[in-house]
């Protein structure tokens, strides 16, 4: 069956440190990926795709994720952190021809002042 | 902007009674969906719809139903709430062509005593 996993459920960084949120897919088949973003309280939005056009995709908030085809990744990147990024991410991804798109379990990050 | 409104943010609800979870969206979009979410789980497809008067089962519909009379408005229903349908419920839209990507309103947060 076809997942996403997200490793670690809770992730906690300082302000101004690298943030890596990881993503892992099941398929190599190239699909259509998602970071999405929900502040406490509200919906998820979108934070960045990728539809098979730049590999390094860059997003709101000074947030970029590269698709690797040959690891079937898509991890989440933010050279540095800032208290305002505190939130909960879901990576998802959707495959060419299926009709729902699968979300992974979610990755809570927090930043340490 | 895309705009999707869920009538209720907080509802509190006794066992046995009927809820109704109403969502709006503007931008005549097609597709709609129902998620639910839970701590540790994600999001998880109650029930989606491509058009109006039709609707998809999703990965746990049982307990659920849906309604979708006119393409802007998807609702959910609790025909007889329980205690383990307390929980946060997400509805979200998308236009075709279906590349994944949805937009989500505010969520509902639901209490079931």
């Known amino acids: 069956a076809q997942s996403v996993t997200q490793l670690g459920s809770h992730v906690s960084v300082s302000e101004g440190a690298l943030v890596l949120l990881r993503c892992n897919y099941s398929s190599s088949v190239p699909p259509y990926l998602f970071w999405y973003v929900q502040y406490p309280n509200q919906g998820l939005q979108l934070l960045l795709k990728y539809t098979s056009a730049a590999t390094l995709v860059k997003g709101i908030n000074g947030f970029e994720a590269e698709f690797k085809k040959s690891e079937t990744s898509f991890h989440l990147t933010k050279p540095s952190a800032h208290m305002s990024d505190a939130a909960e991410y879901f990576c998802a991804v959707k495959w060419r021809g299926a009709s729902k798109i699968i979300f992974g379990s979610g990755t809570r990050l927090s930043i340490r002042p | 902007d895309v705009k999707v409104t869920q009538s209720s943010r907080y509802l509190v609800k006794r066992t046995g009674e009927k809820v109704f979870l109403e969502c709006v969206q503007d931008m005549d979009h097609e597709n709609m969906f129902w998620y639910r979410q839970d701590p540790g789980l994600g999001l998880r497809l109650i029930y989606f719809?491509?058009?109006?008067?039709?609707?998809e089962k999703g990965d746990i519909p049982e307990g659920y139903s849906v309604s979708r009379e006119k393409k802007e408005r998807f609702s959910l229903i609790l025909e007889s709430a329980s205690t383990n349908q307390t929980s946060m419920y997400l509805c979200?839209?998308?236009?075709?062509?279906?590349?994944?990507?949805?937009?989500f309103g505010e969520g509902s947060r639901l209490t079931v005593l």
């Open positions: 979200a839209s998308s236009p075709l062509p279906d590349t994944g990507e949805l937009f």
């Open positions: 719809s491509y058009d109006v008067k039709m609707k």
